[in-house]
């Protein structure tokens, strides 16, 4: 039953660009910058097979303790500050190989890394938690003076912390920037906060905040952030505070302002009062804008007064204002839940004739109604519609549509997407083979097809989830066909990848190892695709 997979050996890892409501504009569309000696060769593009042999190899040979430059070899004369790029975006999660074949390719003769490289594997060992790894990077980059060392490095370095849950070594790394050459100021102090904020470390933010505010002088900026972090943890409470400190200190008082204590008012459920607020800003010389309203509306669909939210946009159309796409996407989101699918392609139609263009998120909430209530017919013209209007599918929308698949029956359909899926540039993952896996296990007579989808992942590199592995082997025994364990656990041990590898025990009987289980467990909401209302997982 070995099938190997017509998909080429891609993972789609997205890279994370950090993105700021209150960066400067000049940050505003790409963070990083090339600026290097080498240049690639005019017209060159980085062939994206080179690409996936190269980040084949990375992952195949993570351990330390792997030989990895041997395999890298025959590439030497393949790379550009292009490719490597791309390589280090598309392996953002392989801290250790990432920075292995970053110092590989520095070595090259001739070749020289460009900025953004550096800005990305400074990303990438942040984002794997590798910080003693980071830190001795720059202090490299210090020493033999690769670079100028940015602000948004250590801009970089604060997420990092951050998403950690270690405020306290974010903080510390602010104050490490003077060691390196950066002077910080008060764009630094807003990204710092900011990200303590999103990451709801308010409480560390605010005791930085009143430690610095000495040193350097907030504005109205500084202060919208610590309101809107003081809202997402719902203390109203502490957001007034800052909003009166705002005045005593001379202060200019805008409508960002205006707006950060109107959404934490809203958020802690005190509508009335944020009402209050808002007919203050008029009698102060104030207009509201398109951001102002947005708040209302999102807090009248919070508590699911949908007829609330609609008289507040249409007071919006009368002047002219136009809601974000998020703004647009919990209305979309109420009328989903609601059952009311007309109005909400009348909202989605809406937002493309005023000139804002619906996301994936807006289209998946569609379809997830759609799936849940098993229409395919209308699934399946929403995608098409998605794809005509430019936006690719990701893995949710291909995950939903195949699960619903896989529930009525649909076989036909599903291969017809599947086979699709290529063409359109999307590559399955583990959790768009694992709808598929769990999908057919649960279907009387469909085995065969749970085992094909299985080896074909194996076959392209891609580690299976341990709970998908068991539930395959549980399947495959309980029909009397234990002889196709070996099969299986055999073309795992006989993988490069060392994650499958190990997951070939999990084949032939034993438990999950803790790391494999806590790293499932931990997987993030949206990976899950909790956010539609859906898991990959088959009920």
């Known amino acids: 039953m070995a099938i190997r997979a017509s998909f080429s050996i891609t993972r789609t890892i997205n890279h994370f660009f950090f993105h700021s409501?209150?960066?400067?504009?000049?940050?505003?569309?790409?963070?990083?910058?090339?600026?290097?000696?080498?240049?690639?060769?005019?017209?060159?593009?980085?062939?994206?097979?080179?690409?996936?042999?190269?980040?084949?190899?990375?992952?195949?040979?993570?351990?330390?303790?792997?030989?990895?430059?041997c395999p890298l070899t025959a590439f030497s004369d393949k790379i550009t500050s292009s490719l490597v790029e791309q390589v280090l975006k598309r392996c953002r999660n392989l801290g250790f190989s990432a920075h292995r074949f970053f110092l590989w390719a520095k070595r090259i003769p001739g070749f020289m890394h460009s900025k953004e490289s550096y800005h990305i594997l400074v990303d990438i060992l942040g984002s794997s938690k590798q910080f003693p790894l980071l830190w001795d990077f720059l202090s490299e980059i210090k020493e033999n003076q690769c670079i100028e060392i940015s602000p948004e490095i250590f801009w970089l370095i604060f997420r990092a912390y951050c998403r950690a849950n270690l405020p306290g070594d974010a903080i510390r790394a602010f104050h490490k920037m003077g060691d390196f050459g950066v002077k910080a100021g008060i764009v630094d102090v807003d990204q710092l906060l900011y990200v303590l904020c999103k990451r709801k470390h308010v409480k560390q933010a605010q005791e930085f905040f009143d430690r610095i505010n000495v040193e350097v002088m907030p504005n109205a900026k500084t202060y919208s952030i610590l309101m809107r972090g003081w809202g997402d943890v719902g203390d109203a409470g502490e957001a007034r505070k800052l909003f009166e400190e705002m005045r005593e200190r001379g202060c200019a008082v805008d409508v960002v302002a205006y707006n950060s204590l109107l959404e934490a008012l809203c958020k802690g459920g005190n509508v009335d009062e944020a009402y209050k607020l808002f007919r203050e800003m008029g009698s102060n010389g104030l207009a509201p804008d398109a951001c102002t309203y947005s708040i209302f509306i999102r807090a009248y669909c919070e508590v699911k007064d949908i007829h609330s939210a609609f008289r507040v946009l249409d007071r919006m159309r009368r002047y002219n204002l136009v809601p974000n796409v998020f703004t647009y996407n919990c209305i979309i989101k109420k009328l989903c839940k609601s059952e009311k699918l007309d109005e909400a392609y009348q909202l989605l139609d809406e937002m493309i004739e005023r000139g804002v263009s619906p996301d994936l998120w807006c289209y998946n909430a569609i379809l997830a109604f759609h799936c849940d209530h098993c229409e395919v017919n209308k699934a399946l013209r929403l995608v098409s519609r998605m794809e005509n209007e430019n936006r690719i599918p990701d893995r949710h929308t291909y995950n939903m549509v195949l699960k619903m698949l896989l529930r009525v029956g649909r076989f036909d359909r599903l291969t017809d997407v599947w086979e699709g899926m290529e063409e359109r540039g999307f590559y399955p993952a583990a959790s768009t083979y694992a709808v598929m896996v769990h999908g057919f296990c649960k279907k009387k007579g469909k085995l065969e097809e749970a085992c094909k989808y299985f080896e074909m992942m194996i076959d392209d590199g891609i580690p299976p989830y341990s709970c998908t592995v068991e539930l395959l082997r549980n399947r495959v025994i309980g029909l009397g066909f234990s002889e196709q364990i070996d099969v299986l656990a055999g073309k795992m041990e006989r993988s490069t990848s060392c994650v499958i590898q190990e997951l070939s025990s999990v084949m032939r009987g034993e438990k999950a190892c803790g790391k494999l289980r806590s790293e499932e467990q931990n997987l993030p909401s949206e990976e899950r695709g909790e956010a539609y209302g859906y898991t990959w997982l088959t009920e």
């Open 21 to 69: 409501l209150f960066s400067p504009k000049t940050h505003h569309s790409r963070l990083f910058s090339s600026q290097t000696i080498h240049q690639d060769p005019p017209h060159s593009h980085s062939s994206p097979q080179y690409i996936n042999e190269i980040c084949r190899i990375l992952s195949d040979f993570r351990d330390p303790h792997h030989e990895l430059e």
